[in-house]
Nanobody, 123 residues
Framework: EVQLVESGGGLVQPGGSLRLSCAAS????????MSWVRQALGKGPEWVST???????YYADSVKGRFTISRDNAKNTLYLRMNSLKPEDTAVYYC?????????????????RGQGTQVTVSS
């Protein structure tokens, strides 16, 4: 059974930083593209970033240059370092992957995601 457990969210002031983590189990983590998807209140899921099985990274334009995705295959863990946070980054952040091990820029196309971790950017 695929399990994804996110942690690291919280309340931060504009301009601040957070690092999210996602502990994965139930599948061969190192062979899957892994992504972060976020969902703001009242909106649909938005793709944020992906790291492939060969460590190629992709970012949404809205976070490029501020967020960094990484993975530790030995620990089956995915990370998202978020700097220069803005109020519009406020959302529940989900670690996600697809059944076919690939990825998508459409946030609703992910088959598996965790319970999410809340990130609130406010002064």
């Amino acid at each position: 059974e695929v399990q994804l457990v996110e942690s690291g969210g919280g309340l931060v002031q504009p301009g601040g930083s957070l690092r999210l983590s996602c502990a994965a189990s139930g599948f061969t983590f190192g062979t899957y593209a892994m992504s972060w998807v976020r969902q703001a209140l009242g909106k649909g899921p938005e793709w944020v970033s992906t790291i492939t099985s060969v460590d190629i990274t992709y970012y949404a334009d809205s976070v490029k240059g501020r967020f960094t995705i990484s993975r530790d295959n030995a620990k089956n863990t995915l990370y998202l370092r978020m700097n220069s946070l803005k109020p519009e980054d406020t959302a529940v952040y989900y670690c996600a992957t697809k059944r076919d091990s690939r990825w998508s820029v459409r946030g609703y196309e992910y088959d598996y995601r965790g319970q999410g971790t809340q990130v609130t950017v406010s002064s």
